[in-house]
């Protein structure tokens, strides 16, 4: 703990004591509900001056106080690209786990990166200054997360290489971030950053675009090397294959025929392209000739002569 937060958590131990003080109180515009007034803002006169708690510019807690609820919210130091990863996931974490922590809101302030809610119903649940304690635990473990840049540097420095033109002049990363390229002509060159756990973007220094020196490299995000999973959509389902087989001929069989029915020279030219049935043989007289033999073949030809005859 370095010297100066333990004085930048004392008074923030000190606001927060006197602003928990809380009561319920029902709200003056919904009847018979007790809201928090510090969300709801409506009665201006439930409403206490604010208070900022500031280390630096960047660390500071912002305490607003009223009659039944007091909102804290927390500003992170972010000295690099590689702090501001860190704790944008850390604080998407936190808040998507809200309703693990009764005092947590789903979404912080504008301006700040987490945010608390503690209402008269937490604080007559709980014991004030186990709530003081929780808030300010969690500012030093923050504070312990947001290390030095060298620090911070070291975990992964030691598998980065610095590429000039794709290989050609190999450097290395310090600890504290810097790195050098030794014997390396005079001339214009690819600087690029090579990591497994980072990407970075490559520069080409040149005479018409001019850097400051030293030049500093930022991350670009994290490497990815998995391909995201595809969401189900209807859109794979409608044009799948086999809905298509079963959609596409039911159309048509219900559109044909009200287009054929409209159009009577249609119909004509439909019916003359169906093909002429075929007479088929009858069944039981086959099976008659395969088991009785001939007779019926005679009968039938004495029924022909007969008929002859009566002619």
Not at 75 to 101: G, P, V, W
Not at 232 to 238: A, E, G
Request: with cysteine; hydrophobic share 40%; net charge positive.
């Amino acid at each position: 703990m370095s010297a100066t937060l333990q004085p930048y958590l004392d008074a923030v131990r000190h606001t927060l004591q006197a602003a928990l003080c809380l009561e319920q109180f029902s709200s003056q515009v919904v009847e018979r509900h007790n809201k928090p007034e510090v969300e709801v803002q409506t009665s201006k006169e439930l409403l206490m001056t604010p208070v900022v708690v500031a280390r630096n510019k960047q660390e500071r807690v912002l305490i607003e106080p009223s009659v039944n609820s007091v909102r804290i919210s927390i500003a992170i130091k972010q000295s690099d690209e590689i702090e501001k990863i860190l704790c944008h996931k850390f604080t998407r974490f936190m808040c998507q786990r809200a309703d693990n922590f009764f005092v947590l809101r789903r979404k912080p302030l504008p301006g700040y990166d987490i945010s608390f809610l503690i209402t008269a119903s937490h604080t007559e649940a709980m014991f004030k200054h186990k709530l003081v304690d929780f808030l300010l635990h969690f500012m030093q473990e923050i504070d312990k997360l947001a290390l030095p840049a060298s620090r911070n540097c070291a975990k992964w420095s030691a598998g980065a290489r610095v590429h000039l033109n794709h290989g050609q002049y190999i450097g290395f990363v310090r600890q504290d971030c810097t790195f050098r390229v030794d014997f390396v002509p005079s001339g214009t060159y690819i600087v690029q950053i090579e990591n497994t756990d980072f990407v970075f973007e490559p520069i080409r220094p040149n005479n018409v675009n001019t850097l400051p020196y030293p030049l500093r490299l930022s991350a670009r995000g994290s490497a990815r090397y998995f391909r995201k999973r595809e969401e189900w959509r209807i859109t794979d389902m409608l044009f799948s294959p086999m809905v298509l087989m079963l959609v596409v001929p039911l159309v048509v069989m219900l559109i044909l025929p009200k287009m054929t029915a409209n159009d009577p020279e249609l119909k004509r030219e439909m019916e003359n392209m169906q093909m002429p049935k075929v007479d088929m043989p009858d069944v039981g007289e086959m099976m008659a000739n395969f088991f009785g033999g001939s007779a019926p073949a005679k009968k039938k030809a004495v029924t022909a002569g007969s008929g002859q005859r009566r002619k």
